[in-house]
């Protein structure tokens, strides 16, 4: 494949295109574009295919922070390179923008964004794309230039024009990194996050639970440091391997040494912040071959979530039930002790652990997400133990929010039953047509000296036993079948991977100076966005 890309077009919230960057040829321009993009049912795929127009076009689109970004061509290309490039493209409008990317921040500084766009692809084929590189071919006017250009004065040197060019020549060898890098404090950190991604079955036993790691590297240190990261698994540092699958690296990340010994990271770090790898964990084959529930030792959750449906004489109630585990797997335990970076709020006593660090792991943002049929008008009753409960009519979803003081309080097992309300039957209906409780007892259509004995009605032999058991089948039906977990852990990984030390090797680090010991930091956390899910 040696497509090429051919534009890119980026649109704001409400659609209109705020700017447009051709590489080659002559693509479809933003106005065309967008209602044959917009004529795709939602949710729209990443590639779209438009064989009607001409020439036929393929469409990569990526939305972040409520803007649109679409990038075209007409030839066959590799997808996952277009999709990777608008990715980079946002990593570099973040970094000299400032995240988030807005729409007045790149008509703002549309010389530098033209500048970007430039330089991270070339007539259509991707060329520089780290931030630190570009860093050096992009010139950024300060803010003393644009006051002088403001009144008409010359703000720099002829001289200066040529610089971006000379710089380009003299490039590092080393494209993620820029030259002659300097700090007066030289900091090491090192950030582990872990999304879970669990489902259950309505019995609590786990039917897939995955966790997808990213390890997210701070450096600022002078010179070219090399460094070397050792990471561990929960049984050691033999089957990491086997315990980390489809592992992505940085370009940074010398690969030989990784294949050779796994678990070790050489590399010469990017200055500032970047992503360092990135991998997924399968924390099921932890079992055995044994199929549990949630107390057993196989999957450790921070929370335990049980749905009780069709509870009540009528069947109308639901009760949702959490339990905190207050031990979070075996990490909780077996820590390096460069791991006690910033952590939570202050610790209870001088000697004692930070909340938040991997010694006492701290647990928040517990939120439960429970979605409800569409026949559901409405809960008429909604009794949290703790915290505070809201029905979205709208969407039908019912949401339990528990505060951190609560989760910090002791309380180990946390409640929530409601009831729901169905839609009007036809017998509710005739008795309150209205829906506001006038009914027909304000009619006049009967004689004044009408018989006050009710006439026996069609279904009066019917059975109570018949009607109990009617009303709890169309309840049935209301009852939720699923709920999600929201949460937040930090000091805790569900894997159990963690780093095990980080050193400068000294002798292949250059600038670095003599004496200099970096502060590591290390930090563990571990997120579920509804990802804890249990089937009813």
Same mark, same amino acid.
């Given at each position: 494949?040696?497509?090429?890309?051919? /534009?890119?077009?980026?649109?704001? *919230?409400?659609?209109?295109? %705020?700017?447009?960057?051709?590489?080659?040829?002559?693509?479809?321009?933003?106005?065309?574009? &967008? +209602?044959?993009? &917009?004529?795709?049912?939602? +949710?729209?795929?990443?590639?779209?295919?438009?064989?009607?127009?001409?020439?036929?076009?393929?469409?990569?689109?990526?939305?972040?922070?409520?803007?649109?970004?679409?990038?075209?061509?007409?030839?066959? %290309?590799? !997808?996952? &390179?277009?999709? *990777?490039?608008?990715?980079?493209?946002?990593?570099?409008?973040?970094?000299?923008?400032?995240?988030?990317?807005?729409?007045?921040?790149? *008509?703002?500084?549309?010389?530098?964004?033209?500048?970007?766009?430039?330089?991270? =692809?070339?007539?259509?084929?991707?060329?520089?794309?780290?931030?630190?590189?570009?860093?050096?071919?992009?010139?950024?006017?300060?803010?003393?230039?644009?006051?002088?250009?403001?009144?008409?004065?010359?703000?720099?040197?002829?001289?200066?024009?040529?610089?971006?060019?000379? %710089?380009?020549?003299?490039?590092?060898?080393?494209?993620?990194?820029?030259?002659?890098?300097?700090?007066?404090?030289?900091?090491?950190?090192?950030?582990?996050?872990?999304?879970?991604?669990?489902?259950?079955?309505?019995?609590?036993?786990?039917?897939?639970?995955?966790?997808?790691?990213?390890?997210?590297?701070?450096?600022? @240190?002078?010179?070219? +440091?090399?460094?070397? &990261?050792?990471?561990?698994?929960?049984?050691?540092?033999?089957?990491?391997?086997?315990?980390?699958?489809? +592992?992505?690296?940085?370009? =940074?990340?010398?690969?030989?040494?990784?294949?050779?010994?796994?678990?070790?990271?050489?590399?010469?770090?990017?200055?500032?912040?970047? %992503?360092?790898?990135?991998?997924? @964990?399968?924390?099921? !084959?932890?079992?055995?071959?044994?199929?549990?529930?949630?107390?057993?030792?196989?999957?450790?959750?921070?929370?335990?979530?049980?749905?009780?449906?069709?509870?009540?004489?009528?069947?109308?109630?639901?009760?949702?039930?959490?339990?905190?585990?207050?031990?979070?797997?075996?990490?909780?335990?077996?820590?390096?002790?460069?791991?006690?970076?910033?952590?939570?709020?202050?610790?209870?006593?001088?000697?004692?652990?930070?909340?938040?660090?991997?010694?006492?792991?701290?647990?928040?943002?517990?939120?439960? $997400?429970?979605?409800?049929?569409?026949? @559901?008008?409405?809960?008429?009753?909604?009794?949290?133990?703790?915290?505070?409960?809201?029905?979205?009519?709208?969407?039908?979803?019912?949401?339990?929010?528990?505060?951190?003081?609560?989760?910090?309080?002791?309380?180990?097992?946390?409640?929530?039953? =409601?009831?729901?309300?169905?839609?009007?039957? *036809?017998?509710?209906?005739?008795?309150?047509?209205?829906?506001?409780?006038?009914?027909?007892?304000?009619?006049?259509?009967?004689?004044?000296?009408?018989?006050?004995?009710?006439? #026996?009605?069609?279904?009066?032999?019917? $059975?109570?036993?018949?009607?109990?058991?009617?009303?709890?089948?169309?309840?049935?039906?209301?009852? #939720?079948? $699923? /709920?999600?977990?929201?949460?937040?852990?930090?000091?805790?990984?569900?894997?159990?991977?963690?780093?095990?030390?980080?050193?400068?090797?000294?002798?292949?680090?250059?600038?670095?100076?003599?004496?200099?010991?970096?502060?590591?930091?290390?930090?563990?956390?571990?997120?579920?966005?509804?990802?804890?899910?249990?089937? =009813?």
């Amino acid at each position: 494949m040696n497509g090429v890309i051919e /534009a890119l077009h980026i649109y704001d *919230e409400h659609n209109r295109a %705020i700017l447009s960057h051709t590489y080659t040829s002559r693509p479809l321009s933003a106005t065309h574009l &967008l +209602p044959l993009y &917009l004529d795709h049912p939602a +949710p729209r795929p990443n590639l779209i295919y438009l064989p009607n127009t001409n020439p036929p076009t393929l469409v990569f689109s990526l939305t972040h922070a409520n803007l649109l970004y679409l990038a075209t061509s007409s030839s066959e %290309i590799e !997808p996952l &390179l277009v999709l *990777e490039f608008l990715h980079r493209v946002i990593d570099a409008l973040e970094e000299f923008l400032g995240a988030p990317v807005l729409a007045h921040k790149i *008509e703002a500084n549309y010389d530098v964004v033209a500048q970007l766009l430039t330089e991270v =692809c070339d007539a259509g084929t991707v060329s520089t794309t780290e931030p630190n590189a570009l860093r050096d071919v992009v010139e950024v006017e300060g803010l003393l230039g644009k006051l002088l250009g403001s009144i008409n004065l010359p703000s720099k040197s002829p001289s200066n024009s040529v610089a971006p060019s000379l %710089i380009a020549q003299n490039a590092p060898a080393l494209p993620w990194r820029r030259a002659n890098v300097r700090h007066t404090s030289n900091e090491l950190y090192a950030d582990v996050v872990e999304t879970l991604t669990v489902t259950l079955a309505p019995s609590g036993r786990p039917i897939a639970a995955f966790a997808n790691g990213t390890i997210a590297f701070t450096s600022k @240190v002078s010179g070219i +440091p090399d460094i070397l &990261l050792n990471l561990t698994g929960p049984s050691g540092k033999h089957n990491l391997k086997s315990v980390m699958e489809l +592992p992505v690296f940085h370009p =940074c990340v010398r690969l030989n040494r990784w294949r050779e010994n796994p678990g070790e990271l050489s590399f010469i770090p990017p200055d500032g912040r970047f %992503i360092l790898a990135g991998y997924e @964990v399968d924390l099921l !084959p932890f079992t055995n071959g044994k199929s549990g529930n949630l107390s057993s030792n196989s999957l450790r959750l921070p929370v335990n979530i049980e749905v009780k449906t069709g509870l009540g004489s009528a069947g109308s109630e639901f009760e949702v039930r959490l339990n905190i585990n207050k031990i979070f797997g075996p990490s909780s335990s077996s820590v390096s002790g460069s791991s006690g970076r910033g952590g939570g709020p202050g610790g209870r006593s001088f000697g004692g652990p930070h909340p938040g660090s991997a010694a006492a792991p701290l647990l928040q943002d517990l939120i439960v $997400s429970v979605p409800l049929p569409s026949e @559901v008008r409405n809960l008429s009753d909604v009794r949290p133990s703790k915290g505070d409960a809201s029905f979205n009519a709208g969407d039908k979803v019912l949401e339990w929010n528990i505060p951190t003081k609560e989760l910090s309080a002791g309380t180990s097992y946390f409640g929530l039953r =409601c009831t729901v309300q169905g839609p009007l039957t *036809e017998d509710q209906g005739e008795a309150d047509p209205n829906g506001f409780g006038f009914g027909r007892d304000y009619t006049y259509d009967e004689p004044y000296q009408s018989n006050t004995k009710e006439k #026996p009605k069609n279904n009066e032999g019917s $059975s109570d036993s018949e009607k109990d058991a009617k009303k709890v089948a169309q309840n049935k039906i209301l009852m #939720p079948s $699923s /709920a999600s977990v929201s949460f937040s852990v930090k000091g805790w990984l569900s894997s159990g991977i963690k780093i095990e030390s980080m050193v400068i090797d000294a002798r292949k680090s250059r600038g670095l100076g003599e004496g200099v010991k970096p502060y590591k930091g290390v930090k563990y956390l571990t997120v579920s966005k509804g990802g804890v899910e249990i089937r =009813c």
